[in-house]
């Protein structure tokens, strides 16, 4: 244990650990291979594995139980994240507020990758309003 205390100052420049980034340009067939969206393309173009038709909007609230995420599409724009549960379809996430989006975001992606059982909520608005993981 050291006596110092802390400080708003940043550490010497021999504490820093050297940092090794370099920039690698791409081949032009790894260009290629880059998945390339129509210009204004604001939903996920990819079909749901599994999932036989896409979903329509839910004319009211609906409770989905014992569900899987499947797959999960965000893309840089202000609370457009949706989900792929399988047997359903894609299915857009809130966009009440910017933490909410985030919330639901984490809350599915957790669920993708720990291939847990899931509950959710959707509105009349087709949005999906709330998420359990189990």
Not at 66 to 80: F, L, M
Not at 82 to 105: F, H, P, R, Y
Request: glycine letters at 6%; hydrophobic letters at 45%.
């Amino acid at each position: 244990m050291t006596d110092t205390v802390p400080t708003h100052l940043p550490p010497a420049e021999t504490a820093r650990l050297p940092l090794k980034a370099e920039l690698v340009a791409l081949t032009a067939t790894e260009l290629k291979q880059l998945p390339v969206a129509a210009a204004g393309v604001m939903t996920p173009v990819q079909a749901v594995e599994g999932v036989a038709k896409q979903a329509t909007a839910a004319k009211a609230t609906t409770w989905q139980s014992g569900k899987t995420i499947v797959n999960q599409w965000t893309i840089n724009q202000d609370r457009n994240s949706w989900i792929g549960v399988a047997g359903i379809g894609w299915q857009k996430l809130s966009t009440a507020s910017d933490s909410g989006c985030v919330a639901l975001t984490m809350l599915s992606s957790n669920a993708l990758i720990s291939k847990a059982s899931v509950s959710y909520r959707q509105e009349a608005d087709g949005m999906v309003h709330e998420i359990y993981v189990f």
